[in-house]
């Protein structure tokens, strides 16, 4: 028991604690810094706070479902998503700290309520555990189209990493479906929705 623990524990640590490691380069990076006005450097600054809590959410959820999760091969998808998440915190981390914001102060609050909910997901069977995934992805892609479009349009550095992820995380809900993720049923989305709307308002300030 205390051999699994560690791992598990060493991740929560790391994700909160430590700078994100990233395999690909950060998209955009060799694209020149636009002449923001400092509004406009505070509401991107906000919008990639916003999504830096989304991938910490993101790290807790896969971490819960890989725990409870009882197939080999979905463990091993959630894994390959949760890699890719990782370099998302990597890339909003280093693109808040270029439009001189912070991350969010609530990071430990976001990261413990997601793992329950993962833990919750992963217990209820495969079939649930991928499609709460799956719904999970959905939503979060849509909020990412909203915050491409709330951007400076001489932003184009905080678009491209959010075109990225945007295509990441359509990948990752692709990846659900195929194996074999079940439709929620319109409350439990509705429940997700209300959530997400709570962690985006009040992480967009703290």
């Not at 184009?156 to 295509?167: G, N, T, Y």
């Not at 359509?170 to 209300?194: D, F, N, T, W």
């Amino acid at each position: 028991m205390i051999d699994r623990l560690i791992p598990e524990i060493d991740k929560v640590l790391r994700t909160l604690f430590a700078p994100a490691p990233t395999s690909r380069p950060m998209p955009g990076e060799d694209l020149p810094e636009a002449d923001l006005s400092e509004a406009e450097k505070r509401h991107a600054a906000a919008l990639m706070r916003i999504n830096h809590c989304g991938e910490i959410c993101a790290q807790a959820l896969y971490q819960g479902q890989a725990i409870t999760s009882r197939q080999p091969e979905v463990k091993r998808a959630l894994a390959k998503a949760a890699q890719e998440e990782t370099e998302h915190l990597n890339w909003t981390e280093r693109r808040i700290a270029e439009l001189g914001g912070r991350k969010s102060l609530l990071n430990p609050l976001w990261y413990a309520g997601s793992l329950g909910l993962g833990l919750i997901a992963g217990k209820l069977g495969d079939a649930w555990n991928l499609g709460f995934l799956a719904e999970t992805e959905r939503q979060v892609e849509g909020h990412l189209e909203s915050h491409k479009a709330q951007l400076s349009p001489q932003d184009q550095k905080s678009w491209v990493v959010l075109e990225q992820m945007k295509s990441d995380e359509i990948s990752h809900a692709h990846m659900a479906v195929q194996h074999g993720a079940r439709e929620l049923p319109l409350p439990a989305k509705m429940a997700m929705k209300l959530s997400s709307k709570v962690m985006t308002k009040t992480a967009y300030y703290l």
